[in-house]
């Protein structure tokens, strides 16, 4: 992810500037305990975004458990006047890092979540402001939100021990084991998304549109299995998600009969096509798919087979029987793994400190 720090610099509305100003002094008067959801400072589409989001409303939602007062707040080095995500609907507002810290004049406990391709972001700034404004806070607890793997590398998590407790919370069951927590050294916790059939509206196939919804992922093989697809179904339509805000996109992927991620396999654009009534089409990453999702039929075991076998896949499942069988396996499988009620369950026992791998 780009760091702003770079951009020119701009002026704020006054009405924002007041309001952030407001939430600040309500957020850190009396504050004794503190939780942060760091988030990109910057409008930035992505599914991180919303799950960091998710995650942030239901902490607030379990103030009963964890004692604190929650806050959402940029990056820091990302643009500082930065307040608020625009491309989904949102009551989140994020404030500065540095002034919510210097408000709270005696801590006893701060927990910052960390997204995991922040971390020498944040390590930066953690070698500059802990001898003023981490001094008179007595606990300090640091906890990276991983939910891209390849985000983590090259990210320097050991260090952050320097600062306080470290902890990981992931996304993704594929890698939430014993290897990721000797791998980073801390203590793993499944944590998941909040995220389930019960968030999307789902349709029919007799209610779909011949349309193909495509990520927009770079990957070295996109345009020539796109161009594939074009040529051996010239009446499908297809879609590459770009500048939608999410309510936009939803709407658009329940009258969608297909979608086709060119990202890290288990992601939005597969489980919410599916949960939407849809077909999903991907290649198998065992770094985000559970071993289960290899043998269905619409998840390829490399792009050069997907490549062989998609278009013509693609006709063969354009049938109401063959349809329906292929999405409720998939529909079955992602049941398994998700839902908001899990995901709630998952958050309490890391606020109790009920770790899944200690």
């Not at 990109?40 to 992505?46: F, K, L, Q």
């Not at 960390?114 to 607890?141: C, D, F, G, M, R």
């Not at 009969?257 to 990453?285: H, I, M, P, R």
Request: hydrophobic share 40%; charged share 25%.
């Amino acid at each position: 992810m780009p760091n702003s720090a770079n951009r020119p610099i701009k002026m704020a509305p006054i009405a924002d500037r007041f309001r952030r100003a407001l939430l600040t002094r309500v957020a850190t008067f009396r504050t004794k305990r503190l939780i942060v959801f760091l988030t990109p400072g910057y409008e930035h589409r992505t599914g991180g975004v919303l799950s960091i989001a998710a995650t942030y409303r239901e902490s607030l939602a379990l103030r009963h458990l964890h004692r604190a007062k929650v806050v959402m707040c940029g990056v820091p080095g990302d643009d500082p006047l930065f307040y608020k995500y625009t491309w989904f609907r949102n009551r989140n507002y994020l404030l500065d890092l540095n002034s919510v810290l210097k408000n709270c004049a005696h801590l006893d406990f701060l927990l910052l979540h960390i997204p995991e391709y922040a971390v020498n972001q944040v390590l930066e700034w953690l070698n500059s402001a802990s001898a003023t404004l981490l001094s008179n806070v007595k606990e300090v607890h640091l906890n990276i939100l991983l939910q891209n793997l390849d985000c983590l590398q090259g990210q320097n998590v050991s260090d952050l021990k320097r600062f306080g407790k470290v902890t990981c919370t992931t996304a993704h069951d594929a890698y939430t084991n014993s290897a990721t927590r000797d791998a980073l050294g801390v203590s793993v916790h499944k944590l998941g998304v909040r995220t389930g059939p019960e968030l999307f509206s789902r349709s029919t196939y007799w209610e779909k549109e011949p349309l193909l919804v495509v990520s927009n992922d770079p990957h070295p093989l996109r345009d020539e299995v796109l161009g594939r697809i074009t040529e051996r179904c010239p009446h499908l339509e297809l879609r590459v998600i770009q500048n939608l805000s999410y309510e936009a996109y939803k709407k658009l992927i329940r009258h969608a009969k297909w979608s086709l991620t060119f990202g890290e396999g288990l992601d939005g654009y597969f489980a919410e096509e599916v949960w939407s009534g849809g077909v999903a089409f991907a290649v198998f990453n065992d770094r985000y798919f559970t071993p289960a999702f290899a043998t269905l039929e619409t998840v390829y075991p490399t792009w050069e087979v997907l490549l062989g076998r998609m278009p013509a896949d693609l006709q063969r499942l354009d049938d109401p029987v063959a349809y329906n069988r292929c999405w409720r396996e998939a529909y079955d499988l992602l049941n398994d793994l998700y839902s908001t009620d899990r995901f709630r369950e998952n958050l309490r026992l890391f606020y109790r400190g009920e770790y899944t791998f200690p």
